[in-house]
């Protein structure tokens, strides 16, 4: 069977989480995804999964502005509004295995996230 190509695991998996649809964007990180932020870490998926759903329902506004693929790397860059913070600017680097989400590095302005009390933004 032929797994999706990186490009198509994160488009599916940004338009899941943008629009509240947590179990389709959890179904495509790995077990054992590495999640690496400025501000905390993640045990495993599950942990991080119940983190994305907690921020997701409380955006309010997801705006792609870049999506790039080669081979098994991807990049997004995001602006997020979000209730409590206003808006937020992400940008994310995945690295894909087997159809699967096994690396995210996250890059987003702490400043905001801590002053709005979100030590975990995703």
Same mark, same amino acid.
């Given at each position: 069977?032929?797994?999706p190509d990186t490009a198509t695991v994160l488009r599916t998996y940004y338009s899941a989480w943008t629009s509240k649809d947590f179990a389709t964007a959890t179904s495509l990180l790995d077990d054992s995804v590495r999640v690496e932020n400025p501000l905390t870490g993640y045990e495993d998926a599950k942990t991080f999964a119940s983190s994305l759903a907690g921020l997701g329902s409380l955006v309010t506004a997801a705006n $792609?502005?870049? &999506?790039?693929?080669?081979?098994?790397? &991807?990049?997004?860059l995001y602006d997020l509004e979000i209730k409590r913070l206003g808006p937020l600017r992400v940008a994310e680097?995945?690295?894909? &295995?087997?159809?699967?989400?096994? $690396?995210?590095?996250?890059?987003?302005?702490? &400043?905001e996230v801590r002053a709005a009390g979100l030590s975990h933004p995703v």
């Open positions: 069977m032929n797994q $792609l502005l870049s &999506a790039i693929s080669e081979g098994d790397e &991807a990049m997004l680097h995945f690295t894909v &295995a087997n159809g699967k989400i096994i $690396l995210i590095r996250q890059v987003f302005d702490t &400043a």
